[in-house]
């Protein structure tokens, strides 16, 4: 499957949609979900053409993935999130229920978020 340049971040990354900037540089970009599932719900992409975090880490170089969970961790701390904890998400392709063919990281938190998966 080829990167689709229409999934809805990568509009975001052109700013044809709107969004809500939590963090921006040149090689990452974090936003608020539109719908949250936690008090604090962002959504942290990289600017890169990466489909899942399955391409994301086979294909972006070592420095570029260790940037990049570096800012995630970074926009945690910001969030005032380090002490209270969060929880990291990454759904992945089908069975991961990923809905947004664009790599993302998910930082929930806020409150005590209970069982990591239903059922
Ligand atoms: P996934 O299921 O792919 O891991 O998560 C996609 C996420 O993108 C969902 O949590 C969904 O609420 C969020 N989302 C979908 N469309 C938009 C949008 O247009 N703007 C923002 N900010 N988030 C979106």
Redesign the pocket.
Known sequence: MTYDHQN??AK?LRSE?P??TIFEDNEVLA???????API?V?VIPKGEYKSFDDFTANASIEVVGRFFSRVSKIARDLDLAESGYRI???TGDD??????HF?I?ICGGKKLGRMLPG
Do not use: K, R, T
Not at 96 to 101: I, S, Y
């Open positions: 809805i971040f975001i949609l969004y809500s936003f608020l979900d539109i719908a949250p599932q719900h959504l998400i990454a759904n991961g229920c990923q809905e947004v063919p993302h998910h």
